[in-house]
């Protein structure tokens, strides 16, 4: 029972490339969460899913795209990244409104 | 947009001492929770309140949430190194169904 599993840990893009990454949750959750943390500050909401085929803007969404085909699976896009998306990133999954959020690993992502 | 503010954002202190961490609202919290993170992890929840006046505690750890439901603070007796962390306050929705939003975290050094 793995939880919630980030896929990749660790990345380094050249500005202007792009990449995906993949959350996976094998807990049959509903809502589904990507934050991005900058060093020494919080959570800052990027997109969010209440469901399969659903998807959110949160606080900071330009530079990102979403995808929520599978219920188990939420994809965070970056089309062509730049210096100040570096960043790490983490996905977080809930039941429903008000319990606990699960959190992955996190991804650190760097561009240069 | 329900702003969550945290304070202090960094409080560093002797092992044995007390704290008192805050995180206050523009508007009136649904439920409020309370995670820790700790380097290269992601968070964990500590603990949720959602009625107004609540008082929760554990172990060491003692959290309140207002009467108005606008402010919660967290309280740690006799700190231990192993405090040492980021605490961060969360909340859902306002307006926004599912919407799971951060405050900016208050950085824990416990010294020995």
């Known amino acids: 029972n793995a939880g919630v599993t980030q896929t990749p840990k660790f990345r380094v893009l050249k500005t202007g490339q792009s990449m995906t990454l993949l959350c996976a949750q094998d807990?049959?959750?509903?809502?589904m969460y990507w934050y991005r943390q900058d060093p020494g500050m919080g959570l800052r909401l990027i997109h969010y899913?209440?469901?399969?085929?659903?998807?959110a803007k949160g606080e900071v969404p330009d530079g990102y795209n979403v995808s929520r085909l599978k219920k188990q699976n939420f994809l965070l896009g970056l089309e062509s990244a730049a210096p100040s998306q570096t960043s790490v990133y983490f996905c977080?999954?809930?039941?429903?409104?008000?319990?606990?959020?699960?959190f992955g690993q996190g991804t650190r992502l760097t561009v240069v | 947009t329900q702003l969550l503010e945290q304070s202090p954002q960094f409080l560093s202190i002797q092992e044995g001492e007390n704290l008192t961490v805050y995180c206050n609202s523009s508007?009136?919290?649904?439920?409020l929770q309370w995670y820790r993170q700790e380097p290269g992890e992601g968070p964990v929840l500590l603990v949720t309140?959602?009625?107004?006046?609540e008082v929760k505690k554990l172990k060491r750890l003692t959290f309140q949430f207002g009467d108005a439901r606008k402010d919660s603070s967290l309280h740690i007796t006799a700190a231990q190194t192993g405090d040492t962390g980021l605490y961060l306050c969360?909340?859902?929705?306002?307006?926004?169904?599912?919407?799971?939003?951060f405050g900016q975290g208050t950085i824990l050094t416990v010294h020995p």
């Open positions: 977080a999954t809930i039941l429903t409104e008000g319990t606990e959020a699960f």
């Open positions: 899913s209440v469901g399969e085929g659903t998807t």
């Open positions: 309140v959602v009625t107004g006046g």
């Open positions: 969360a909340e859902y929705g306002g307006t926004s169904y599912g919407k799971l939003t």
């Open positions: 807990m049959n959750h509903e809502y």
């Open positions: 508007s009136v919290f649904s439920s």
